[in-house]
């Protein structure tokens, strides 16, 4: 059988591609490497999602994902898919400044917000009781906290009875590009495709390069950690600006607690998976900058995974060969806006969208700085 579309990945990117391209009316082969989908940087993310992204195309984006997000919470008996706990996003000096100069694009975009002095945070979340005294906040309530293993789940379940066929444990080592067909080779079994995306996160450029080929993606590492707090903390998301640490809340009790960013180019498969020692040991001192919810916080585990930066900090979303099209640089908010960006790839590669903007060859595929995406500006 051809498939009219073969996809390379099974994180949150390749899913949503694939509901999207079946729902298009096409038949769709998904290949992942695992066991499962979304086991990657998708099952290792914070799980945040969030209006406070400044760039207008991801504000899009993450409203077209949160529709996808909640379509799929409607029909998942998995109630983790989105929740929605609200972000606060703490500043001090020079940072709460600039934190105000940003509501005004809120106001704009209808997004509901407050902002709030210290005494105010105190009041409404108690255990944020180290705040300095100069501390501002902005208030996001509508902020989810998703799951995006449960949500590739949902995405894809509906979409096998109606065209998608799923291949997991079949990692892809072969693609050919030939006349009026892209062959792909994972596990020793070959199938074929009109035409195929490769939406394989911080793979994608090695996968590419199987097709002669090659891209500006370069992997950096994040990290994350569980801490065991001891005690109910009461806390929604916190963005802390300063000190660029997040919680997350995990269960009444326990808290996740990240980033430790590296901004320099790692392989994907051959970097240190657990948090770096360092890391570790500054994490829930940094949480004491905030709460005195760190002098007892304990270590359960700590994670690294990559994300995949882009010269502009923008993904790089199609035709990429004859045939061959890419869905990838998620500059460490893929997570929130992976819904809307995989359907877009799809729809792309089926010549029912165009995105121009984001053609994966309009860089050449040479070393670039690295920067974060995840910033306020
Ligand atoms: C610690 C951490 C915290 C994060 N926090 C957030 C957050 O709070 N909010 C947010 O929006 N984003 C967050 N992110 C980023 C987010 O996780 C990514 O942007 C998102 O998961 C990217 O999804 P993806 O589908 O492109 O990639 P992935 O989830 O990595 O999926 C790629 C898939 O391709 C498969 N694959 C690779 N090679 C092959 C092959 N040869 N053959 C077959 N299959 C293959 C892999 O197995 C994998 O399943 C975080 C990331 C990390 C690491």
Redesign the pocket.
Same mark, same amino acid.
């Given at each position: 059988m051809t498939y009219d579309l073969v996809i $390379?990945?099974?994180?949150?990117?390749?899913s949503a591609a694939a509901q999207a391209a079946v729902r298009a009316g096409s038949s769709v082969l998904l %290949? /992942? !490497?695992?066991i499962g #989908? !979304?086991? /990657? &940087? &998708? =099952?290792? &993310?914070?799980?945040? %999602?969030t209006d406070l992204l400044w760039h207008p195309e991801d504000q899009a984006f993450v409203r077209r994902s949160r529709e996808l997000y909640a379509e799929a919470r409607e029909t998942s008996v998995d109630v983790s898919v989105a929740r929605k706990v609200g972000m606060l996003t703490l500043a001090e000096g020079e940072h709460g400044t600039a934190l105000q100069h940003r509501t005004q694009d809120l106001r704009d975009r209808g997004i509901p917000f407050e902002l709030l002095d210290r005494r105010e945070i105190v009041r409404r979340f108690p255990r944020l009781d180290r705040l300095r005294e100069d501390t501002v906040a902005l208030w996001t309530p509508n902020d989810w906290h %998703?799951n995006?293993t449960a949500y590739a789940q949902e995405a894809t379940a509906a979409a096998r009875g109606a065209g998608l066929t799923v291949r997991s444990q &079949?990692?892809?080592?072969g693609i050919r590009l030939e006349d009026g067909k892209v062959s792909v080779q !994972?596990g020793g079994a070959m199938y074929e495709g009109h035409r195929a995306l490769i =939406?394989?996160?911080?793979?994608t450029r090695? #996968?590419v390069r199987l097709a002669g080929l090659d891209l500006a993606l370069m992997p950096y590492r994040?990290? %994350?950690s569980s801490l065991e707090l001891g005690e109910p903390h009461q806390l929604p998301i916190v963005w802390h600006l300063s000190t660029d640490v997040y919680l $997350?809340p995990d269960g009444e009790k326990d808290v996740l607690a990240?980033?430790g960013t590296r901004l320099s180019e790692f392989d994907p498969d051959d970097y240190q998976t657990s948090g770096d020692d360092q890391f570790e040991e500054e994490i829930a001192e940094r949480l004491l900058m905030v709460s005195s919810l760190g002098e007892r916080a304990g270590l359960r585990s700590s994670? !690294?995974? #990559?994300?995949g930066a882009t010269p502009d900090r923008r993904p790089l979303v199609g035709r990429l060969g004859d045939r061959l099209y890419v869905?990838?640089g998620?500059q460490?908010?893929? $997570?929130?806006?992976?819904p809307a960006i995989g359907e877009l790839a799809a729809k792309v590669a089926l010549d029912l969208a165009e995105a121009p903007h984001l053609r994966p060859d309009r860089f050449p595929p040479e070393p670039f700085e690295i920067r974060p995406g995840f910033t306020l500006d």
């Open positions: $390379v990945g099974g994180g949150v990117w390749g %290949l /992942e !490497a695992n #989908l !979304a086991q /990657e &940087s &998708s =099952a290792k &993310s914070g799980g945040i %999602l %998703l995006p &079949s990692h892809v080592d !994972a =939406a394989a996160g911080t793979w090695k #996968l994040v990290q %994350l $997350v990240g980033d994670w !690294a995974g #990559l994300v869905a990838c998620d460490g908010i893929g $997570v929130m806006r992976g």
